[in-house]
């Protein structure tokens, strides 16, 4: 699959943000380490079937083996106990990292009904990104058929800065579909 996102990014965007946020320093320039893409099953750790059905939906969105993830303390509340699976979660890096982005801002968010654009507000303070999508069903990979119950996802940008300003900058200039508004 050809990298068309990373090749802008090393020709385009480095230059670019080299010269807006006056960086002098080549290896302060922001860049992408990993992206985290996790689901919280909720009911479904409670269905063995549910959670394979989650995991290989993930692991074929993601094109990386997804793995479970499992309560690390009981809660009452909840009715979980520690060691039951309560997640699934795969995280991305190199080339799988931006083939999924690629993939994100291209193809799958587009597909989104009624979609104004990310929300600003989902920078953490340490230059990272998270939001989150409602239905696994915008990937084009995903079969509908296939498919036991309808889950949403949280997808965490990790960057190498620690600012939220230059993450943002990054982020727009690889084509990030912001919502339209201040910043």
């Not at 979609?115 to 303070?125: A, C, E, H, I, T």
């Amino acid at each position: 699959m050809t990298l068309e996102l990373k090749q802008n990014y090393k020709e385009k965007v480095i230059p670019a943000l080299k010269e807006e946020l006056e960086i002098t320093n080549p290896m302060l320039i922001p860049k992408l380490e990993k992206i985290v893409v996790s689901v919280g099953a909720g009911e479904a750790s409670r269905d063995s079937k549910l959670m394979q059905n989650i995991q290989d939906t993930i692991s074929l969105i993601t094109g990386q083996h997804a793995v479970v993830t499992k309560a690390r303390k009981s809660e009452a509340g909840f009715k979980i106990r520690e060691g039951m699976p309560v997640g699934v979660k795969v995280t991305l890096r190199g080339d799988r990292m931006w083939n999924f982005l690629q993939k994100l801002i291209y193809i799958a968010l587009p597909r989104v009904k009624d979609f104004r654009g990310l929300p600003k507000s989902g920078f953490d303070g340490r230059g990272n990104y998270n939001f989150g999508l409602d239905e696994q069903l915008m990937f084009p990979e995903v079969d509908y058929d296939n498919i036991i119950k309808t889950h949403g996802m949280n997808i965490t940008i990790v960057t190498s800065t620690e600012s939220d300003k230059e993450a943002y900058k990054l982020l727009e200039q690889l084509g990030f579909p912001f919502a339209k508004g201040g910043r």
